[in-house]
């Protein structure tokens, strides 16, 4: 499997990601239409409004017409009789001034006026109508305004008049229930209209905030203003605008936190993946590794044991001189150390047979560090162990010997002219760490190489000694980890499981 393959499986959080959008689009568009039918509502209420407005109005206006006329109509025949009995009493008996006045004053009128055919008068209270009187063919209402009354003139059949004077508070009460001020009054009570009114001159009508459309409607000769109530609407508009946002708010924050799992969880997967490719990269290459080390072993190790018999008869039996000898001593040693690659190659190769023991760790790394001593003597380097774990851990005790000597060999030969090496062991969360240190490292830029086979910083190397410290270590449940701390030092840590 390659990383192609791979990285086209890492794609369905942003599938994730797009549906999510095209969720919370949805929810804009589901908003706006709600929105736009909430504004196709409220035009639709305002012109069923207006036009409720117009026909009550105008129907008020019909009906207190109506009921005016009425009105004067029964007033008009109410002070007819009434006109009519006076006159009748008056052809009996003459009345005199304080009769007419208390007759008016038991009767509510404000005063009484007879006028005979001969052009006499008599009238109670005295003084009561000072204006000129015409006579009338028929009878007739005359409002009063500065009097505050209303005067009824009532032509008597054979000559004559009778003039009543009627209050006119009475009269204006009954007329103001069918006035348009009142109507507009009674209008403005209803919860969707704000105000109400005639249109007063010089005055600009404006809608003071939001929640209110001015509408000018003519209504029977007048002007009526009228500002509608929208809030109600406008509260509403506001809700579906407050939920999109809380609704597209939670939906794009789930959304975005499930795309954000769904993406970690697939770079973890990736990321393990890769391990897996690269564990089975180099399974594949120690298996191809295993079978060239039994060809060369095969086709390699028993010419190198057939020269190395010949150079050793030789080195016995012939008389060489000087040169010769020294001659066959080189080839002898070159060919132990191609017989040492050949062997480090079947050991890299081959399985490991790891028997796990309970083992005091710091007195097994006491051991192998005192082997080292004597020779860190002879070439001037100062070996310093500090032990600091006092656990017992679970490990391969000849194996893991096998990784420590192969360490403080390689710090060794890295200072050729002297110089230190340091051991510790500490306990390291629920690791076990053994750290060795050394100067001498001059290969910086390829510290991550170094636990890869054939990789070496020595001449003679062979390139598997560090590749087999790591395999031992990782057969154990631990990793091998390099860093440089400072320029020229190099640190090896080598981490074991605590608990097995």
């Not at 017409?65 to 025949?77: F, G, P, Q, S, V």
């Not at 009475?170 to 209209?193: A, C, G, M, W, Y």
């Not at 083992?359 to 080292?372: F, G, I, M, P, S």
Request: charged share 20%; net charge neutral.
């Amino acid at each position: 499997m390659n990383n192609k393959s791979s990285l086209k499986k890492v794609w369905s959080w942003k599938v994730n990601l797009l549906m999510i959008t095209w969720l919370a689009g949805g929810v804009l568009v589901y908003s706006l239409i709600q929105v736009y039918q909430l504004r196709y509502t409220l035009n639709q209420h305002l012109l069923e409004n207006r036009d409720m407005v117009i026909r009550t109005v105008n129907r008020q206006i019909q009906q207190g017409m109506a009921a005016e006329e009425a009105l004067n109509e029964t007033i008009a025949l109410f002070l007819a009789n009434t006109a009519r009995f006076i006159h009748t009493l008056n052809q009996v008996e003459p009345f005199s001034v304080s009769e007419l006045a208390s007759y008016a004053d038991e009767n509510g009128l404000t005063g009484v006026l007879i006028l005979d055919p001969a052009g006499g008068q008599i009238q109670g209270p005295p003084q009561w109508y000072a204006d000129p009187i015409q006579t009338v063919a028929t009878s007739r209402l005359w409002k009063n305004p500065q009097a505050g009354e209303v005067v009824f003139f009532w032509p008597a059949p054979k000559g004559g008049m009778v003039v009543l004077g009627f209050p006119d508070r009475q009269f204006t009460k009954l007329h103001r229930q069918f006035d348009l001020v009142e109507i507009l009054n009674h209008l403005s009570s209803s919860p969707e209209i704000n105000f109400i009114e005639i249109r007063k001159p010089m005055t600009r009508y404006t809608a003071e905030g939001r929640g209110v459309i001015i509408e000018t409607i003519p209504v029977n000769g007048h002007e009526v203003v009228v500002g509608f109530d929208t809030s109600r609407y406008e509260e509403r508009v506001a809700k579906v605008w407050h939920d999109f946002f809380l609704y597209g708010l939670l939906l794009g924050g789930f959304g975005l936190f499930l795309s954000y799992l769904l993406y970690k969880y697939q770079k973890h997967y990736f990321v393990k993946i890769q391990n897996f490719e690269r564990v089975l990269a180099r399974e594949q290459e120690d298996a191809a590794l295993g079978r060239a080390a039994a060809t060369i072993a095969h086709e390699v190790r028993n010419p190198l044991n057939a020269i190395g018999l010949g150079l050793q008869r030789i080195s016995f039996e012939a008389d060489l001189d000087g040169e010769q000898e020294n001659l066959v001593s080189a080839m002898g040693e070159a060919l132990r150390r191609t017989n040492t690659i050949v062997e480090g190659l079947l050991n890299y190769s081959r399985p490991l047979e790891v028997t796990s023991k309970w083992c005091d760790l710091d007195k097994v790394l006491t051991q192998a560090v005192l082997l080292r001593e004597p020779q860190c003597r002879s070439c001037k380097i100062d070996l310093r162990f500090s032990p600091g774990c006092t656990a017992q851990v679970l490990l391969d005790k000849d194996l893991f010997c096998q990784v420590i000597d192969n360490l403080l060999k390689n710090s060794i030969e890295a200072q050729s002219s002297g110089g230190w090496i340091t051991v510790t062991s500490r306990v390291v969360d629920s690791w076990v760490r053994i750290r060795v240190q050394n100067p001498g490292f001059d290969k910086g830029s390829e510290i991550a190489q170094l636990a890869e086979p054939y990789f070496t910083g020595k001449t003679r190397g062979s390139g598997l000694g560090l590749a087999i410290c790591a395999k031992i270590i990782q057969a154990h449940g631990g990793k091998l980890l390099f860093k440089e701390p400072e320029a020229g030092v190099l640190q090896v840590d080598v981490m074991l499981p605590q608990f097995g």
